[in-house]
T-cell receptor
Framework: GAVVSQHPSRVICKSGTSVKIECRSL??????MFWYRQFPKQSLMLMAT?????????EQGVEKDKFLINHASLTLSTLTVTSAHPEDSSFYIC???????????FGPGTRLTVL | DAKTTQPTSMDCAEGRAANLPCNHS???????VYWYRQIHSQGPQYIIH???NNETNEMASLIITEDRKSSTLILPHATLRDTAVYYC????????????FGKGTLLTVNP
């Protein structure tokens, strides 16, 4: 299957700081990137969808000014959590999609803890 | 996209087949059935998908009923490493590739 990496795998930050999460598709070009988050004991919730070179489309209830998504290249997308607060503590997972595979693959996830 | 219903949890003995059911009675003709699993603290892992024919790969088999209103994922020889939450997802083909996750089934494989 596809090779997807995320960096960092876990991060702890202070309240009010910004955190950037990188997602790379290592063996294919991702024309679309999905970003999910998962709170403890809950299922994955889609946050936003971005197409390479375009602005991201956010799901209802997700603040676009707080969760900045950049998808400037076909192999890299970033999610920046701005002015993070403890309630943003979650597991963030990217899912790139391209035309090489019919299936959708997921990154290993980034565990964010905001103190 | 059609909604799916799965049991909350299931147990299976190591080495035995695990059969995970999924109901998707409102599935429409152009919707596929996808199965993913998520091992604790990892990203979801693709298992298998199908439209109407049964499918098999190195991980599992997918049996879809003739009316396509339900399906069963079969892990032929479950191991302890198969303990995970298994998600059955129905998704349209075409340009909308969004996967909507439900609560899934927690499969626990016991020694």
């Amino acid at each position: 299957g596809a090779v997807v990496s995320q960096h960092p795998s876990r991060v702890i930050c202070k309240s009010g700081t910004s955190v950037k999460i990188e997602c790379r598709s290592l063996d294919f070009q991702a024309t679309t990137m999905f970003w999910y988050r998962q709170f403890p004991k809950q299922s994955l919730m889609l946050m936003a969808t971005s197409n390479e070179g375009s602005k991201a489309t956010y799901e209802q209830g997700v603040e676009k000014d707080k969760f900045l998504i950049n998808h400037a290249s076909l192999t890299l997308s970033t999610l920046t959590v701005t002015s993070a607060h403890p309630e943003d503590s979650s597991f963030y997972i990217c899912s790139p999609f391209g035309d090489r595979y019919n299936e959708q693959f997921f990154g290993p996830g980034t565990r964010l803890t905001v103190l | 996209d059609a909604k799916t219903t799965q049991p909350t949890s299931m147990d299976c003995a190591e080495g035995r087949a695990a059969n995970l059911p999924c109901n998707h009675s409102t599935i429409s003709g152009n919707e596929y059935v996808y199965w993913y699993r998520q091992i604790h603290s990892q990203g979801p892992q693709y298992i298998i998908h199908g439209l109407k024919n049964n499918e098999t790969n190195e991980m599992a088999s997918l049996i879809i009923t003739e009316d396509r209103k339900s399906s069963t994922l079969i892990l032929p020889h479950a191991t302890l490493r198969d303990t995970a939450v298994y998600y059955c997802i129905v998704r349209r083909g075409g340009s909308n590739y969004k996967l909507t996750f439900g609560k899934g089934t927690l499969l626990t494989v016991n020694p």
